[in-house]
């Protein structure tokens, strides 16, 4: 019995946006893991046993793989876009920190298509210039702390990703972030609000920042803030290769 | 005679991290326009034309594909890793920006497994929290506009990736980078340099800032320094999802 894990990032959606490397892994497992919404993706067949847990369950997830793996097993935990950007990848290793008896568990993370990038070729080539990738929503990230990143890409000149923008549990946050964004930058800074890039319910706006409102927001989007660059063509958006200073 | 373009991601190297949607665009493509290595990763096939061109020639590259699909053609110009993240997407907008006549054309942004998460996936999750991507080898960006952009990522406490490190034409900037940095983070702050990623070129080296060299960077390789609280667990590299203060 020669178990593994393998991380998979399934894209942001559609089919044709999931690696060959990523539906191998899915054909040999024997276990798949992952947040209810994402396992649902994964194509029942006999022999594979489907694990679907709710949200905010990280910890657990990755426990239960190791378990899974120690015991022979094949398994794919999936993650929506890609597992290294705030997805189960992270939690895997620290899970794997408090147990040394499975530090030499075959692991394999396999990328995907994260939502940012998904968004952005939607859009056109938003992030075509240097860029940061902010999670709003990490319950263990102090605001305090978002403040501080977000003042700091925006004096870099950096154009912005934000995943997670808006939850239930803290509905304020995101109406505090294009706050500190106004306090940075020009109102006429562009801002792409990006949902459920390859889906059915798929749907892009982009608005200046004078234009925003916290609402245009919710847990299904990605929202892309230009640099002072980024500007439109046709009906694209998209930031320039140079600086202009 | 209804042409089109599509600028496709090609991933980093591999064929399994090719999406299938890249595959489907270059098997209906009749032309293929791209820089010389790039092209060559795309099999000859007879009513195919390849276009293949040297480094540098980014807005030529644009208008040949717009000329091309205006005259029916079903052009792919492609890039490595996404074409979104310092490659031809944007030439392509800054082209179009140029002729307005082309401003309806049939345009798409086909996204691709970007270097710096296929290096994240072999190390690891070292991009699990908050991170910025930063090129390098714009020669259209003054030395200043990259210090500056580095201070903030580092004091930001942003896990950073950059792309092209070091060229023959700057080869002393990526001393100067490293130099910033010790200026900005401890000693102790965890640097992967990971070169050709997913061929059979590939190699990963972590080290310390402290134990940094410049030479441990070239063209193929992408850097990522992982942010305060990036650590080791066995043979891997990661950031744990929740600050630490």
């Known amino acids: 019995m020669t178990g593994w894990i393998a991380v998979a990032g399934l894209g942001p959606g559609a089919d044709t946006l999931v690696t060959p490397e990523v539906t191998q892994a899915l054909a040999d497992a024997t276990d798949v893991i992952g947040y209810i919404p994402y396992v649902a993706r994964v ?3 006999p022999g594979l046993v489907l694990h679907p847990s709710d949200n905010r369950v990280e910890l657990d997830r990755a426990t239960l793989a190791l378990e899974l793996a120690g015991a022979g097993r ?4 999936v993650s929506s876009g890609d597992p290294g950007v705030f997805a189960m990848a992270s939690a895997l290793f620290e899970v794997l920190e408090t147990r040394p008896q499975d530090h030499s568990a075959d692991i394999r993370i396999l990328p995907g298509i ?3 990038l998904a968004a952005a ?8 210039h240097d860029f940061c990738a902010i999670n709003l929503s990490d ?3 102090p605001a305090a702390v978002v403040e501080r990143r977000l003042r700091h890409a925006a004096r870099g000149g ?8 808006r939850s239930k549990a ?3 946050q995101f109406a505090r972030v294009l706050e500190i964004l106004r306090e940075e930058c020009e109102p006429g800074r562009l801002i792409l609000f990006a949902r459920a890039v390859s889906t059915v319910d798929e749907a892009l706006t982009t608005v200046t920042l004078a234009e925003a409102l916290p609402e245009m927001a919710d847990m299904r989007t990605v929202v892309i803030v230009g640099n002072p ?3 439109r063509v046709g009906r694209w958006l998209y930031t320039p290769r140079s600086v202009s200073l």
């Open 43 to 45: 194509a029942p067949r």
């Open 74 to 77: 094949r398994v794919v935990i």
């Open 114 to 116: 994260t939502a940012m």
């Open 121 to 128: 070729a939607r859009a056109g080539a938003p992030l075509g």
């Open 139 to 141: 319950n263990l990230k």
């Open 158 to 165: 950096f154009a912005m990703a934000f995943y997670n923008p």
């Open 170 to 172: 803290r509905p304020h």
């Open 229 to 231: 660059a980024t500007r």
